[in-house]
């Protein structure tokens, strides 16, 4: 994956949870298992031959799309 697109996943993941008020304690552990959905919205939802594999995408699509309301 493009380096620059994890850098900014992992950013706007985290701007995501502060806004959703997620305990700053908590952030870490959330930025490190949604940053590649944050990454398949940056990106159009098109994924590069090298991009991580996400075992469980609709649960945590779902779980990030609940965090941003």
Request: with cysteine; hydrophobic share 45%; net charge negative.
């Amino acid at each position: 994956m493009n380096r620059n697109i994890e850098e900014r996943a992992r950013a706007l993941c985290a701007v995501d949870a502060r806004m959703a008020a997620v305990p700053n304690s908590q952030i870490p552990a959330l930025v490190e298992r949604l940053w590649p959905i944050a990454a398949l919205e940056i990106s159009g939802g098109l994924m590069e031959p090298d991009s991580p594999q996400v075992t469980d995408l609709p649960q945590l699509a779902a779980e990030y799309e609940r965090l941003k309301r």
